[in-house]
């Protein structure tokens, strides 16, 4: 049973600015639809804001139209969620912020947790509307964006490769430019940010026939870390009982991945700075070099910069290793991803396509920081389908530290019903706030503002002479 509706809510984060003037430089306005949880195989997708005046939600068969009515740009989008209302709210432009309104809706929206009727935006802002959820965001797209795009149909060239993050598909984008070339690459990133997973992508692309060989260099025994690079012959050691070809020309006309390359023991790093220079190795207990012909892409944890100043990694190796450099940012500054990418892993989890989640479930998981990233939700899915024995995720079924939410605090609680539209100890920031939102939803109609609050139209006049409000600003001008 959903909580009761609040019938308006406080305007928060408002600046008075222009909509999108304290966004990061090339920010682009735009709206994910992350995932239904009903349906988390559903397509989730994006679409572009900058020319949109108003946004409107309702259920239907999954459509995307965009139309112009009296001047004004709106985006439709229909969702095939059974608890969206036909007409489910609409976010408009105002010249300060992006505001949702949802006056009419049987269950009414959650912004950030909490139930509203009517709310100001802030970038990353997390929406609900029935059991689709959607972020707000204000962000650089990849260049020749589509307007409207879904998982399906981003580019990439590989599923690892796929992203709403714009500066993350410009990389990508670069990436892909260099795989068929020998240019090698260094993936930065956390523990579990799929690093060895765009390594993979980084072949599949560059069309070598050869092997795709991952080593873990902080795993390697250390004294046989050559013998395991490099091979060695039979006898040339004890316990060497037959020929071994190495790691390296196991990748030959491929591709080596060198994963936490700066855990590699720097008495075996000069010896693999041969490889990289004469593109040749010498197998333990061989007397002569054998050429091999790979391509290589290395990650670390490590600041290597520190490592070479302090002598424990070889600058001419450092060197060497550097050509494209790709930084891979944690999930939890990928919230827009997170739909897409639970949609794959649960695709390659037995039972998970046909899995569902509860709308509880899914909020925790959008609000969990993910400190291990792809990888924890990897194995929180898995675990969460194995325990789903009647086919839905709830809360029950993730770990402690998810259902506990962000700094231990839990889940927040639904918006309990604010009392009079304008308490009487409304300070003038709380007045500002409320006044910009509702003139942006009405479009700078001081009459309709004064209904809405319930006094008369000349106090709300007053309000706005004080606060310094300009009202045409917020009226609607044709082709805005």
């Known amino acids: 049973m959903p909580p009761a509706v609040a019938q308006d809510t406080t305007i928060t984060s408002v600046s008075l600015g222009d909509a999108d003037a304290d966004a990061a430089p090339g920010a682009r ?44 740009s709106v985006l439709e989008l229909r969702i095939p969620d059974r608890r969206m209302s036909s ?35 802030a ?40 992203t709403y993050d ?22 930065q990133g956390e523990t579990g940010t799929g690093k060895e997973l765009v390594a993979r992508a980084l072949h599949e692309l560059s069309r070598r026939t050869g092997a795709f060989v991952a080593v873990n260099c902080g795993a390697l025994p250390a004294n046989l870390v050559e013998a395991e690079l490099f091979g060695h012959r039979r006898g ?11 790691l390296v020309r196991s990748a030959d006309a491929g591709t080596l991945f060198l994963d936490e390359v700066g855990e590699l023991p720097p008495a075996s790093q000069a010896a693999f700075l041969r490889v990289l220079q004469e593109r040749e190795v010498v197998p333990v207990g061989v007397d002569h070099p054998v050429k091999v012909d790979v391509r290589l892409c290395a990650a670390t944890l490590r600041d290597l910069d520190t490592l070479v100043e302090s002598g424990e990694f070889r600058r001419d190796l ?43 479930a899914l909020r925790l998981m959008l609000r969990h920081d993910w400190s291990l990233n792809i990888r924890e939700l990897e194995k929180v899915l898995a675990t969460a389908v194995a325990l789903a024995s009647e086919g839905t995720v709830e809360p029950g079924h993730l770990p402690e530290p998810i259902r506990r939410g962000p700094r231990g605090g839990g889940p927040p609680p639904p918006a309990a019903a604010p009392a009079a539209p304008l308490p009487a100890r409304t300070s003038d920031d709380e007045l500002r706030e409320q006044l910009v939102g509702l003139l942006t939803v009405h479009g700078g109609n001081v009459l309709a503002v004064s209904k809405a609050l319930g006094v008369r139209r000349t106090q709300v006049y007053r309000w706005i002479g004080r606060l310094g409000i300009r009202v045409e600003s917020f009226r609607r001008r044709p082709g805005r």
């Open 29 to 72: 306005p735009q709206l994910v639809m992350i995932a239904i949880s009903d349906d988390p195989q559903a397509a989730s997708s994006r679409h572009l804001l900058d020319d949109v005046d108003e946004v409107r939600f309702g259920r239907g068969e999954r459509s995307v139209q965009r139309l112009h009515e009296a001047g004004r």
């Open 87 to 121: 007409s489910h709210g609409r976010l408009v432009r105002g010249p300060s912020v992006w505001v949702l309104d949802d006056p009419e809706s049987k269950n009414g929206a959650v912004v950030d947790g909490a139930i509203t009727r009517r709310s100001a935006l």
């Open 123 to 162: 970038d990353g802002a997390l929406l609900e509307l029935g059991h689709s959820f959607f972020v707000f965001r204000n962000a650089p797209v990849e260049p020749g964006a589509a307007p409207d795009v879904t998982d399906a149909e981003l580019t990439g060239g590989a599923a690892a490769l796929q």
């Open 166 to 187: 714009g500066a993350l598909a410009a990389q990508f984008a670069t990436l892909g430019r260099v795989a068929p070339t020998d240019v090698s690459v260094m993936l």
């Open 236 to 246: 040339a050691f004890t316990g060497a009982v037959g020929e071994r070809v190495g």
């Open 318 to 360: 450092y060197g060497r290793l550097f050509g494209l450099t790709i930084v891979l940012p944690p999930l939890r500054q990928r919230r827009a991803d997170l739909g897409l990418l639970t949609r794959r892993l649960l695709a390659r989890v037995p039972g998970g396509a046909e899995v569902r989640l509860s709308p509880a």
